[in-house]
Structures are given as C-alpha cells and as structure tokens.
C-alpha cells in the first residue's frame, strides 16, 4: 500500500451503532488530520494530530471521538450520530517542509480515498 | 485571517477550450497556496503548489497557476480541456500561524462538453 488509505469506502449506520472509521498512512509523516465534505459546503477541519498529539478540535461534537495511537494510524469512532452526519470524511497526513526560498515552513498535505458515510 | 474564494461554483467549457478557474486569497504576509483536484468519489490529489519560489507555477496534468500578488490571485489555467479534467477543484491557502491548518475554497466543478 502506498499514500494514505482508508477504510471502509463506505458505512451505512443507524443512529444507535457504534462504528470506526480507519486512515492508515505509509509516507512517514508527522500529522494527520480527519476532514467532513457534505454536498454544498466547504471542506471542514475536525481534528488534527501533530507527532500522535491533538493540536486541534474544531468544535467536533462528542459524537465523533478521534484515536491516534502512532504518527501512521488515525481512528475516527463514530456513535450515536444523526443524520446531518452523513457526509464523506477524508483523512490527510503531512510532513513539515522548508520553503527553499522564503526559509518559512509549510505543509503539503496528502489526502486519503475517503469514507462514504449514511446515517439512517 | 487569512481567507480564500473561488469565484464561480460551477464552470463550463468546451473540449479543446481554454480553463480558467479563479482564485482570490487574503492573507497579511507572503502565503503559501495550493490547487487540488478532486475526481467523484475520491479523495483529494495535489495539482500544484506555490511557496514563494517562480511566480508561475506548472503542475500536473498540464495544468499551471500564476501568483499575482498585485491582485491577490491564484488563478488556475489549462491551455486546452479534455474531457477528464471534468472534476472539482479546490484552491488552498496552508495557515501561517503553525497550526497546520489548511483553509480551502468552496470549490468549483468543472464541466467540460463535448
């Protein structure tokens, strides 16, 4: 496997289940971050984890509880979701770069197939 | 705060036609600004990038993107559309705060006809 894979492609779950969505990356990178695209809206940040910490929560609901157990692995557990939920979650991961000519570091980040989720 | 917008959520052309999809960026020092390519059902694949290097930037598929600072501008072109550049695409900016927050546009779907 190379880039960044994910699994399932695709989750049909009701509102009681408790399910996981897995983001494995084989790029050696440093962070990796969980996104939510629904239909007519912008690409929305959840979480990132930068070295297995999280730097960043972007007021997630509870719902949706994040796992990041080695700089490769990303877990996202899903449970007690709602409709509104159903969307397609990517994962990406990055790796610190220096910029050759301004000296300021930047992140190129490389994004993961997606989850296709329904919450019925 | 640094923002983005893509101007036009859908845009159409011809196969053959040239591409142009805007870009505008707002941000308060040099940024770094990216071009991504999204295909149905896929996740998301880098087009190009510019960091502060050649103002005019090639990337993949034959695509290209030109930074303007002037005009605050990222635009991506293509010289000549084929039918499998039909896709979505989004403009980023990467937060310069050292978050490592990327801030994305809404997107614009390109259609190309036949």
């Known amino acids: 496997e190379t880039g960044v894979t994910q699994t399932p492609r695709h989750l049909v779950m009701g509102m009681t289940n408790k399910k996981s969505l897995k983001c494995e990356q084989h790029?050696?990178?440093?962070?990796m971050y969980w996104y939510k695209q629904s239909a007519k809206k912008p690409l929305e940040l959840m979480f990132v984890y930068n070295f297995k910490e999280q730097t960043e929560n972007n007021s997630v609901p509870s719902r949706f509880s994040p796992e990041c157990p080695n700089s490769s692995h990303l877990f996202l557990h899903l449970h007690t979701l709602q409709p509104e939920d159903s969307a397609l979650y990517l994962c990406?991961?990055?790796?610190?770069?220096?910029?050759?000519?301004?000296?300021?570091?930047?992140?190129?980040?490389?994004f993961g197939p997606g989850t296709r989720l329904t919450v019925l | 705060a640094q923002s983005v917008t893509q101007l036009g959520s859908h845009v159409s052309v011809s196969e053959g036609a040239l591409v142009l999809l805007r870009c505008n960026y707002s941000s308060s020092v040099p940024p770094y600004l990216f071009w991504y390519v999204q295909y149905p059902n896929q996740g998301l694949q880098l087009l190009l990038k510019y960091t502060s290097a050649a103002t005019l930037v090639k990337g993949i598929n034959g695509f290209e993107a030109e930074f303007k600072k002037s005009e605050t501008s990222f635009h991506l072109t293509k010289p000549s559309a084929h039918m499998s550049d039909a896709a979505e695409y989004f403009c980023a900016v990467s937060d310069l705060t050292g978050t490592y927050k990327y801030i994305f546009g809404t997107g614009t779907r390109l259609k190309v006809l036949a």
């Open positions: 990406a991961s990055s790796q610190d770069v220096l910029g050759r000519t301004s000296g300021r570091w930047y992140n190129e980040q490389f």
């Open positions: 790029l050696g990178h440093n962070a």
